[in-house]
């Protein structure tokens, strides 16, 4: 008897780390990589420095927010296309003057709701939002207009995607729409070195947005500045 109570006491023991501990969301993310190369990598430190002064030797982000968008790009390879290249292609001459990395994310979304990874690693540099890729998640959802609206799949999917970053990266406080971003402008997190550098973004629309933050206020996730 005294035995049973021992062994009883010692699994007990051995238990509790296990119970007590918070597990990560069950999550299938694919890996998809675009191609991120010497000269990528040399480009985002050069984005780091020229555009939100930032001198490192290592391309990666410090999570505190995470960007939701969409491509308009119909189909997933169209994106994966777009995005694959080290440089912006020819044709966007609007922000190649910013840079000539080409914009990135670190997340793509296809409209079955697969989620797929496109960088080497979760937190490897994305250009995905003015004054702020140097701090931001960013989720690309394939599609997004008239003719391809964003899916329930999608909306699904990103759900599932921001809890697993939230509880794997606490430090994200934020969670915002492309569209809100110039909303940052005079807050402590927005680093651009050109004033005169900025664009009015749409995506995701309101709507989804309203969604997510609906589905995820249990996060206590901050919007963007009022």
Excluded: W
């Excluded at 329930?152 to 995607?161: G, K, V, W």
């Excluded at 110039?182 to 995701?204: A, G, I, M, V």
């Amino acid at each position: 008897m005294q035995k049973q109570i021992i062994i009883a006491a010692i699994l007990g023991v051995l238990l509790l780390p296990v119970s007590g501990c918070s597990a990560s969301p069950d999550i299938n993310i694919v890996k998809k990589p675009v191609i991120f190369d010497q000269e990528r990598e040399q480009l985002s430190l050069q984005y780091l420095k020229e555009r939100h002064d930032i001198d490192t030797d290592k391309a990666v982000i410090d999570p505190k927010m995470i960007v939701v968008h969409y491509t308009v790009i119909p189909t997933l390879e169209g994106t994966m296309r777009a995005f694959n290249e080290p440089k912006l292609p020819d044709f966007r001459v609007a922000i190649t003057g910013a840079s000539s990395l080409n914009v990135s994310s670190q997340f793509v979304v296809d409209r079955d709701g697969t989620i797929y990874q496109i960088l080497p690693e979760e937190t490897t540099f994305a250009r995905h939002v003015i004054g702020l890729n140097y701090c931001a998640f960013g989720i690309e959802n394939v599609g997004g207009d008239e003719n391809t609206p964003l899916t329930d799949a999608q909306l699904n999917a990103n759900i599932e995607l921001i809890k697993y970053l939230k509880n794997k990266y606490p430090e994200v406080e934020y969670l915002i729409g492309h569209q809100e971003a110039n909303q940052f402008r005079d807050h402590p997190l927005f680093k651009e070195t050109d004033p005169n550098y900025r664009t009015e973004k749409s995506d995701p629309g309101t709507a989804f947005m309203e969604q997510l933050r609906d589905k995820l206020a249990p996060l206590k996730l901050s919007g963007a500045p009022q």
